[in-house]
């Protein structure tokens, strides 16, 4: 019998892997604070993306129905709603009584969140470490210690909004910005500003 001897299959030693942990160590330590910091504004971002497809939700319905929209920025509940004005079929003159039944039950089924006969079609709870910051609704600008610190903005069925800026904050300060704009009704998400 002949012994056959591999000469490239050699292991690592116990040496070179402590080597590569202790360099991964200290990559983590340098890196470790930079990726917490993007995780916390990566919740912020996220927020600010959802209120902003709100807002264009409710744009995209105004025009799409033809009636008037509403959003609400609820600053002591910490939430969005999107208003809408219940569309009510109307009877045709040649309508028969079954018709007319079944347009009065469809009625019914749909009751109305407010005495306007709007309802709530969408509601956005903001995450607990964000808030609503400064809120400028058309020319009004607003500070979150005033009054009920509850705001509208209002979508109309040719595409205009009354238009304005809404600021989310988190705990840290970090801010994202939402425009409207009051000729187009077009949402843009402002850059982020850091401490």
Do not use: W
Not at 47 to 59: F, S
Not at 95 to 111: L, S
């Amino acid at each position: 019998m002949t012994k056959v001897h591999c000469s490239g299959s050699r292991g690592f030693t116990l040496l070179e892997l402590m080597i590569v942990l202790v360099i991964m160590g200290v990559m983590l330590v340098f890196a470790g604070p930079r990726v917490a910091k993007n995780l916390g504004s990566l919740t912020l971002k996220t927020t600010a993306k959802k209120a902003a497809a709100y807002i264009r939700y409710a744009r995209s319905q105004a025009v799409n129905t033809g009636s008037l929209y509403r959003v609400i920025f609820d600053a002591e509940k910490n939430r969005l709603i999107v208003l809408g004005t219940r569309q009510i079929p109307a009877a045709s003159d040649n309508a028969t009584d079954e018709e007319d039944a079944e347009v009065e039950d469809n009625e019914e089924e749909e009751q109305p969140a407010s005495d306007g006969g709007e309802k709530v079609l969408r509601m956005y709870s903001l995450p607990e470490e964000i808030r609503f910051g400064e809120i400028i609704i058309g020319d009004a600008e607003t500070e979150e210690d005033e009054g009920d610190r509850i705001y509208q903005m209002l979508f109309y069925p040719n595409g205009t909004a009354q238009g304005g800026e809404v600021i989310l904050t988190d705990a840290k300060e970090r801010t994202y910005s939402l425009t409207v704009d009051f000729l187009t009704g077009t949402v843009t998400i402002g850059e982020p500003t850091d401490e």
